[in-house]
């Protein structure tokens, strides 16, 4: 595997941990810039709305630069956004900080898979992205909980400098080691990026990747008032089952990751399938601990793990160009503020197991969506004696 896609890994590290961390110290933020928790929540939102529609409009204005130059660009605006929301002195500006952060992270995500794309070979694509993607694994397990240790004990705005820290490290590294290739063949033409999005293919590829994702994070989103409220575990663990659900995500990515380029409809099927099991068990037994702490582990395994055999099935069903990545990664934080917005609503109505079930619905709604490709792939099995024969 190449050096670069290591390095790739450090920016998404610093990127994951700077959306998660918000979310990790909302009562020190909200004293600090003296407003309400529900409005620091605004701001993981913006983060969210800015990811999903700017990302695009952004990676559209870097798409004439080779990739390491873009992924230069994108640190430069991710590093003013994270001194900009370390030094913030109101909520306002706090506000703007995070927007550029949020565009700026989707169109990195866009640039580094294309770049794992033009650095690997074909048949070992899906390896190099799910190694690019541990830097998101890792910010869950070990970059949102640090950086809320840090905020805890030394104030928010040091784990934002921290973070600030962090990406000019990763981009040093990206200077150093990443080389400086061409763009991707085809790629910094408008009209002919565009051309891609008439297939109704993509758009139903691109589909099952926000459902995927939807119905992990409809779980993930709750998991702490579930595990307390519903389990009964004491507020003290839920941070320790969390690192363990971390572990666990970054397992299923490395074998996810290995499984993606050559299996990469099956992986999807599984996954899908057995992410349906976890969250409908979950919702079932929440109330007793061992099989609560079984669905979790298993709700990592097989969730967002999903992500390097979605960026494989987008590439075929589309192309290796950051533009179709980057609005990929726009239709996953799509679903990421499906599944948290509407969960939120059904808890309301319903309590706190509504969204396990709002999970696994979208994963079986995942799973239709896959049914023209097994039918394809059905065919084309039949047909391939009768071929084998004629030759």
């Known amino acids: 595997m190449p050096r670069a896609v290591y390095v790739v890994a450090i ?16 009562p020190q933020m909200a004293a600090g810039l003296d407003v309400t928790i529900p409005q620091i929540g605004y701001l993981i939102t913006a983060f969210a709305v800015a990811m999903t529609f700017g990302g695009p409009v952004l990676a559209v204005a870097l798409m004439r630069l080779r990739p390491k130059r873009a992924l230069m660009v994108l640190f430069a605006a991710f590093v003013l956004g994270n001194a900009l929301a370390a030094a913030a002195p109101t909520y306002a500006v706090m506000l703007v900080a995070r927007v550029l952060t949020g565009v700026t992270t989707q169109a990195f995500f866009g640039v580094a898979i294309t770049l794992c794309f033009q650095l690997t070979r074909p048949e070992v694509s899906g390896r190099a992205v799910s190694v690019a993607l541990n830097g998101l694994m890792l910010g869950t397990l070990l970059g949102l909980p640090f950086s809320t240790l840090i905020g805890e004990h030394h104030g928010w705005r040091t784990a934002f400098w921290v973070i600030t820290g962090v990406a000019v490290l990763a981009a040093i590294a990206t200077a150093l080691g990443v080389p400086d290739v061409e763009r991707a063949q085809n790629g910094g033409n408008l009209k002919e990026e565009l051309t891609v999005f008439r297939s109704p293919r993509l758009w139903r590829v691109l589909s099952t990747s926000t459902l995927v994702i939807g119905a992990t994070f409809a779980a993930f989103s709750y998991f702490n008032p579930i595990l ?4 009964g575990f004491a507020t003290g663990t839920v941070p320790v089952l969390l690192i363990a659900y971390g572990a666990a995500t970054l397992i299923g990515n490395t074998v996810v990751g290995r499984l993606a380029d ?26 007793a601990k061992a099989p609560a702490v079984a669905a979790v582990l298993g709700i990592g395994l097989v969730g967002v793990t999903m992500n390097p055999a979605m960026a494989t099935r987008v590439r075929r069903a589309g192309n290796a160009r950051s533009l179709v990545n980057t609005v990929h990664t726009s239709f996953i934080t799509l679903g990421i503020i499906i599944g948290s917005s509407v969960g939120g609503l059904l808890i309301t109505a319903f309590g706190l197991r509504a969204p396990l079930w ?8 995942g799973l239709l969506t896959l049914l023209p490709d097994l039918r394809a792939r ?12 004629a030759v």
């Open 11 to 26: 920016g998404v590290f610093a990127m994951v941990t700077s959306e998660f961390v918000v979310a990790g110290l909302m």
């Open 228 to 231: 307390t409220q519903v389990t």
């Open 262 to 287: 050559r299996h990469t409809l099956p992986v999807l099927v599984v996954g899908l399938a057995l992410n349906t099991v976890f969250l409908a068990g979950f919702a079932v037994l929440a109330d």
């Open 358 to 365: 709002l999970g696994a619905g979208m994963a079986v709604a």
């Open 378 to 389: 059905r065919s084309v099995e039949q047909d391939r004696p009768a071929a084998e024969v």
